[in-house]
């Protein structure tokens, strides 16, 4: 356990936001110790071999890095590095009875306008998507830079954007309405509108605006809104983190639990429990790298409501080779080098959307694949990549964690089979001839539901922002950096934070400002 019985901070919960939390306040002289319940550092941001046997280290359950600020690699000195994707996305379509599809491209201008015109007839949504996301870009220059500041007011905020159809468009209007008047097309509608989707369970007209809070919070990641593969994979960045923090001094104890805080504002107390013993550990502050309700159940407090549920089937699947396409004009290398968007078409987001609210599992599951390993292929064996062995990893949106309730094990099984198949609908051949298997000639691919999410990692419903995201700006209820508590020396420095989601670490910077009395 712990080498002393006091800290200045106690950090309860490893994952990647505990540890830049960590390590900012070991670097600045505090003594700190980090209480992690699993026996390993973390949280979701990890690598895992999941199949027996299998040298294949898959990012598990976060899967691509956008909101990191560079700030925190330099000032913490992580080895660290990331690769921008060569492809944004492709999503395959039926247009007059012949298989097409839509590929844009990351930096091919020239193809990705001449993939609009293939697909629409016309340069009129290239046009559109090119002045949309000029738009987005030019925002996320001006916002993503606030997110490691004291939190703006909502007015300021709007100053600095400095674009007034933009504010109306993500901050006042339900997205819907901007998709809906800025593309004809329901396949181009559908791909703008995923962003806003993803782990979010709303509709494009949600009068909650919790769809525009996401799609904000996808588009303005590094200023840019790329979304990139960690090199090694996730657990890479956490592995730095870990490293970092230790290397200032802060204590780490996995395989411990935090049973409860006990504070009067200045001073606090916490319990836990481990593998041999339940013991007591002092703070002058206490941060927490959980959700909002299990800061609560830790206070003893009324849990806040609404409680918001995950809605998402995570999917991790090794391939001996990637599957071919009905669209014969596209590489596979190429369409899954991407973002490949299965059932995503706008009416298709829509429908999915009113089955699962309805009580029912979507009909046509809507989802989108990442192929790590075409670019980063150091997280398979040297065996395997000569073999041409590749990773999947699929993110399936309106999945609720209620739809799992009657029958856990066999709804899955249910949504991952009608999951495949609108997967196959895409493919000349079904992905499951595709697949590995593993050491005791199993098939190498594994489902997660929220439900899973919640067992293992203690997401709450496995919701994967901990609650609703929140717009970047201050409001009545948050304080200077958005971890604030109602417990002056008890911080929030997870997901559930006001700027929180994502694998940014962000929350943990924000909190360990907070506690320094930046």
């Known amino acids: 356990m712990a080498a002393k019985d006091a800290y200045d901070a106690v950090i309860i919960g490893g994952g990647h936001n505990g540890l830049v939390a960590a390590a900012y306040l070991a670097r600045a002289g505090r003594s700190v110790l980090?209480?992690?319940?699993?026996?390993?550092?973390?949280?979701?941001?990890?690598?895992?071999?999941?199949?027996?046997?299998?040298?294949?280290?898959?990012?598990?359950?976060?899967?691509?890095?956008?909101?990191?600020?560079?700030?925190?690699?330099?000032?913490?000195?992580?080895?660290?590095?990331?690769?921008?994707?060569?492809?944004?996305?492709?999503?395959?379509?039926?247009?007059?009875?012949?298989?097409?599809?839509?590929?844009?491209?990351?930096?091919?201008?020239?193809?990705?306008?001449?993939?609009?015109?293939?697909?629409?007839?016309?340069?009129?949504?290239?046009?559109?998507?090119?002045?949309?996301?000029?738009?987005?870009?030019r925002l996320a220059e001006r916002v993503f830079p606030t997110l490691t500041e004291p939190l703006p007011t909502r007015e300021a905020l709007r100053e600095r954007i400095a674009d007034e159809q933009a504010w109306q468009a993500l901050f006042e209007q339900p997205l819907g309405r901007v998709v809906e008047e800025t593309f004809r097309d329901d396949l181009v509608r559908g791909v703008v509108l995923t962003d806003a989707l993803i782990g979010t369970f709303a509709d494009a007209h949600d009068a909650s605006l919790r769809q525009n809070r996401c799609f904000l919070y996808h588009v303005i990641g590094g200023g840019t809104g790329d979304w990139d593969v960690p090199v090694g994979g996730m657990g890479a960045l956490t592995d730095a983190l870990a490293d970092a923090a230790r290397a200032a001094g802060a204590e780490i104890v996995t395989g411990h639990e935090a049973t409860g805080i006990a504070t009067d504002g200045t001073r606090a107390e916490v319990t836990y429990r481990g593998p041999e013993r339940e013991g007591t550990v002092a703070a002058a502050q206490v941060l927490v790298n959980a959700s909002p309700r299990t800061l609560a159940e830790l206070l003893g407090d009324e849990p806040p409501a609404p409680r918001a549920e995950g809605a998402q089937l995570k999917v991790n699947m090794l391939l001996r080779r990637l599957p071919r396409l009905r669209d014969r004009d596209v590489d596979p290398r190429e369409a899954f080098a991407g973002t490949f968007h299965i059932a995503e078409g706008y009416e298709q987001l829509a429908t999915a959307y009113r089955q699962a609210a309805a009580g029912e599992p979507?009909?046509?599951?809507?989802?989108?694949?990442?192929?790590?390993?075409?670019?980063?292929?150091?997280?398979?064996?040297?065996?395997?990549?000569?073999?041409?062995?590749?990773?999947?990893?699929?993110?399936?949106?309106?999945?609720?964690?209620?739809?799992?309730?009657?029958?856990?094990?066999?709804?899955?099984?249910?949504?991952?089979?009608?999951?495949?198949?609108?997967?196959?609908?895409?493919?000349?051949?079904?992905?499951?001839?595709?697949?590995?298997?593993?050491?005791?000639?199993?098939?190498?691919?594994?489902?997660?539901?929220?439900?899973?999410?919640?067992?293992?990692?203690?997401?709450?419903?496995?919701?994967?922002?901990?609650?609703?995201?929140?717009?970047?700006?201050?409001?009545?209820?948050?304080?200077?950096?958005?971890?604030?508590?109602?417990?002056?020396?008890?911080?929030?420095?997870?997901?559930g934070a006001v700027r929180g989601g994502g694998v940014s670490g962000i929350p943990g910077h924000n909190a360990a400002m907070a506690a320094l009395g930046e």
Do not use: M
């Not at 992690?36 to 890095?65: H, I, K, M």
């Not at 930096?107 to 559109?128: H, I, K, Q, V, W």
């Not at 799992?404 to 999951?419: G, I, M, N, P, Q």
């Open 34 to 137: 980090v209480l992690e319940r699993l026996d390993r550092t973390g949280g979701a941001a990890v690598s895992t071999r999941p199949f027996p046997g299998v040298d294949a280290r898959l990012s598990r359950y976060s899967y691509l890095v956008s909101l990191l600020p560079q700030k925190i690699v330099r000032e913490l000195g992580l080895r660290f590095r990331v690769r921008r994707r060569s492809v944004s996305s492709y999503t395959p379509a039926e247009r007059g009875g012949r298989a097409t599809g839509l590929l844009v491209h990351s930096g091919d201008r020239e193809r990705t306008r001449a993939a609009f015109a293939r697909l629409t007839g016309s340069d009129r949504e290239f046009a559109a998507w090119e002045d949309f996301y000029g738009r987005t870009a």
């Open 362 to 495: 979507p009909a046509a599951p809507p989802s989108e694949i990442y192929c790590h390993s075409l670019t980063d292929p150091s997280i398979l064996g040297p065996e395997l990549v000569d073999r041409g062995y590749q990773t999947l990893t699929l993110f399936g949106l309106h999945t609720p964690a209620g739809l799992f309730e009657r029958d856990h094990d066999a709804v899955r099984e249910d949504l991952l089979k009608s999951t495949l198949a609108q997967l196959d609908a895409c493919l000349d051949e079904p992905v499951a001839d595709c697949l590995a298997t593993d050491a005791d000639g199993r098939p190498c691919i594994e489902a997660k539901t929220p439900l899973d999410l919640e067992r293992d990692l203690g997401l709450p419903r496995g919701n994967i922002f901990h609650r609703d995201l929140a717009f970047p700006y201050a409001t009545a209820e948050t304080g200077r950096w958005g971890v604030e508590t109602g417990h002056a020396n008890v911080l929030l420095c997870g997901a």
